[in-house]
């Protein structure tokens, strides 16, 4: 599989429920970073998180970090119609922030009023 | 809040032609990136460039592309002749950063490139 994979590829729920969403990744990293996408826009930032935290919170986000297992999820509680969109996790791998990111796959959520 | 942008938002161009994709940073950022998704697929990293150079670039990034500082505001993308699998969303996007200073990309809405 390749670095930074994001599943499921794509969710549809309900107003109100919950979305998880997940990403794997395969090299060491700095920090992961969650970004989202509306349909023919650019990537917005989410929020980031570092290598040495485990779980973060923003709003109704919140992420989580297990570098034993490689992997990130990123929950979006009492969803919004206006939370479609596309997900995706990047990896960083610079202490310095001077590299590139990597992203994922992406997950495409729809929001069902 | 300052905001990367990108121009044009669409451009059309038939195969083997010269195109320039511009963008213009935010103002205090440090190092610039080109991205491209093709179609919603996953998005590829095309270059990076700092201190007016290139820091680093993808198997993408051939002869056939070329980047530009050319003043202090613009970060070009060139592409000399393009081709069918050249249209994509390029996406430009800048960040500070800096030691110990973990920072996100700032993208802009992207230029939708279409080859004929």
């Known amino acids: 599989s390749q670095q930074g994979e994001e599943d499921p590829q794509a969710l549809s729920i309900q107003e109100g429920e919950n979305a998880t969403m997940n990403c794997s990744y395969k090299?060491?990293?700095?920090?992961l970073q969650w970004y989202r996408q509306n349909s023919g826009r650019g990537l917005v930032h989410l929020i980031l998180i570092r290598s040495n935290e485990r779980e973060k919170h923003s709003g109704r986000l919140r992420v989580t970090l297990d570098t034993s297992k490689k992997s990130s999820s990123l929950l979006i509680t009492a969803s919004r119609a206006a939370d479609t969109a596309s997900y995706f996790c990047a990896t960083d791998p610079s202490n310095f922030g001077n590299e590139k990111l990597t992203f994922g796959t992406g997950t495409r959520l729809t929001i069902i009023p | 809040e300052p905001e990367v942008t990108q121009t044009p938002s669409h451009q059309v161009t038939q195969m083997g032609q010269e195109v320039i994709l511009r963008c213009v940073p935010i103002?205090?950022?440090?190092?610039f990136y080109w991205y491209r998704q093709i179609l919603g697929q996953k998005v590829e990293f095309l270059v990076s460039?700092?201190?007016?150079?290139?820091?680093?670039k993808s198997e993408i990034f051939d002869d056939q592309f070329s980047v530009e500082r050319p003043d202090g505001s613009n970060f070009t993308l060139k592409i000399r002749s393009t081709k069918l699998e050249d249209s994509a969303m390029y996406f430009c996007?800048?960040?500070?950063?800096?030691?110990?200073?973990?920072?996100?990309?700032?993208f802009g809405n992207g230029t939708r490139l279409t080859v004929t």
């Open positions: 996007a800048s960040r500070r950063s800096g030691i110990n200073y973990n920072s996100p990309l700032h």
């Open positions: 090299t060491s990293i700095n920090n």
């Open positions: 103002s205090n950022h440090l190092y």
């Open positions: 460039f700092y201190n007016n150079e290139i820091s680093e």
